[in-house]
């Protein structure tokens, strides 16, 4: 177990409701990341952060934001949900941004109906 | 960025066959990662292997930096070796940050 937290593990939510995901580290690790898992696509990079208050947008930004206020914690915010956001969302964690392991919680299986 | 192919995508054994997965990639990579999506949906690292050749146990990887491949080798498989089998790698340049992953190989043990 890499120290990762993500909570919740399951929601249910309304189209056009906001809904925030919670990504919770032990590791100290300065990169973290979110990445969502669809059928027929695998994972895709939606945000990461490489430190406190920095971030940038991965491959499927659109429709998202986040937040990285404290190392330990990475928030994952859909302002207006659409049922294109349900997937099941998974975050990572990796001491540097290319050249080591990364590690993933065990996932957000989201529903937006 | 980067591509990322598997094959085969499906992939069904006799309890105690062995297998051979594969893992191409459009550019070079400078981080090449194996995992394992059990039924329960939890992503397990199998292997970090950049390079060269790694060994736990029934499984082994071996990466071909220069021709932009890596196999993933599974001896003597159990049912509890069923489930999805993803590669992802990082290239280099922008978008290093960005683990891309390959579609998955479902692979089915059975008794």
């Known amino acids: 177990d890499a120290g990762i937290t993500q909570s919740p593990r399951h929601k249910v939510t309304e189209t056009g409701t906001p809904v925030t995901l919670r990504c919770h580290q032990t590791?100290?690790?300065?990169?973290m990341y979110w990445y969502r898992q669809d059928p027929g696509h695998g994972l895709r990079l939606i945000h990461y952060?490489?430190?406190?208050?920095?971030?940038d947008k991965g491959e499927v930004s659109d429709g998202y934001s986040v937040s990285r206020s404290k190392t330990e914690d990475f928030l994952l915010t859909l302002e207006s949900a659409t049922s294109s956001q349900t997937s099941v969302y998974f975050c990572?964690?990796?001491?540097?941004?290319?050249?080591?392991?990364?590690?993933f919680g065990q996932g957000t299986r989201l529903t937006v109906v | 960025g980067i591509q990322v192919e598997q094959s085969p995508p499906d992939l069904i054994l006799q309890e105690g066959a062995n297998s051979t997965l594969r893992c191409n990639f459009s550019?070079?990579?400078?981080?090449l990662q194996w995992f394992h999506q059990n039924p329960w949906g939890q992503l397990i690292n199998l292997f970090y292997?950049?390079?060269g050749t790694k060994q736990n146990g029934r499984l082994s990887a071996t990466t071909v930096a220069t021709e932009r491949y890596s196999l993933l080798y599974i001896s003597s498989s159990q049912t509890t070796d069923s489930g999805v089998y993803f590669c992802?790698?990082?290239?280099?340049?922008?978008?290093?940050?960005?683990?891309?992953f390959g579609k998955g190989t479902k692979l089915s043990v059975i008794p």
């Open positions: 952060s490489y430190g406190v208050k920095d971030t």
């Open positions: 992802a790698g990082r290239g280099s340049g922008a978008g290093s940050y960005q683990l891309t």
């Open positions: 550019d070079s990579v400078n981080n």
């Open positions: 590791e100290n690790h300065r990169y």
């Open positions: 990572a964690i990796s001491t540097q941004g290319s050249n080591t392991e990364a590690f």
């Open positions: 292997i950049p390079s």
